[in-house]
């Protein structure tokens, strides 16, 4: 079973506060980015993997789409989506990606947010998606990127030119890290680009498109945190096909 850190009190609280679980997708900075990848959700049958709050399985529905089953493995996520949730068309269940069972050919759409990432096996996870997915169906997900995730823990360092970089960590060494957020020991699992890109490929995906998002200069301006964001990608886009 994955660590389940969304549960633990001190992190829920935290987590809770962030601007994008207090704004939604507005509070992401990389929603206008990732809308360009999704294809019309209308009229199709989405999985929400790893759905939080409910955010992207409630625009979803917004949409048009014809229904969205959001899976999340955290009771403390469901619990809100349902609570925030009055749409006979949207299901939310506890599920872990880890052991994941979807149906064949249930779903037009996966979608995943940021949740990947805490996969041991990204292999069998993308297999379960690829055979749940009707002909032509895609997949469009994102993840910390993996230069973010061999990043060492965030200290900045000169490069002896007067400038700043990130220091990244035995990039090419996969498997588990982990970190303080919100609480201590956070378990995630390092994949290189060209692992996430090659198991997908593995599993009889097509790959249609790779985004590394950078904010740009006016949501820098709007949030002056995201500037550091530019020494390094923090997030990996990526939009699939069956």
């Known amino acids: ?105 249930a779903f037009d759409l996966a979608y995943s947010s940021l949740a990947f990432h805490y996969v041991r096996d990204f292999g069998r996870l993308a297999r379960v998606i690829h055979q749940a997915l009707a002909r032509g169906g895609r997949l469009v997900f994102t993840i910390e990127h993996p230069v973010f995730m061999a990043a060492a823990q965030p200290r900045w360092i000169s490069d002896g030119q007067g400038r700043q970089t990130w220091p990244v960590n035995q990039y090419a060494i996969e498997g588990e890290r982990r970190t303080d957020w919100y609480t201590k020991g956070v378990l995630k699992f390092h994949r290189t680009l060209g692992t996430t890109l090659n198991t997908l490929i593995d599993a009889g995906f097509h790959i249609r498109r790779v985004e590394e998002f950078a904010p740009s200069a006016e949501q820098v301006r709007q949030m002056p945190q995201l500037k550091e964001e530019l020494e390094r990608p923090m997030m990996l886009m990526v939009s699939a096909s069956t």
Do not use: K
Request: aromatic share 10%; with cysteine.
């Open 1 to 105: 079973m994955a660590q389940n850190i969304y549960d633990h009190p001190d992190f829920f609280a935290g987590y809770s506060q962030l601007p994008r679980q207090v704004r939604g997708l507005d509070g992401a900075p990389e929603w206008p980015a990732i809308r360009a990848l999704l294809p019309d959700p209308g009229g199709r049958r989405i999985v929400d993997l790893g759905c939080g709050f409910g955010w992207a399985s409630r625009w979803f529905r917004e949409q048009g789409a014809a229904s969205v089953l959001g899976l999340d493995l955290s009771r403390n996520m469901i619990a809100r989506a349902r609570a925030d949730t009055a749409d006979a068309a949207i299901e939310y269940r506890i599920a872990d990606l880890d052991t994941l069972q979807l149906p064949a050919e």
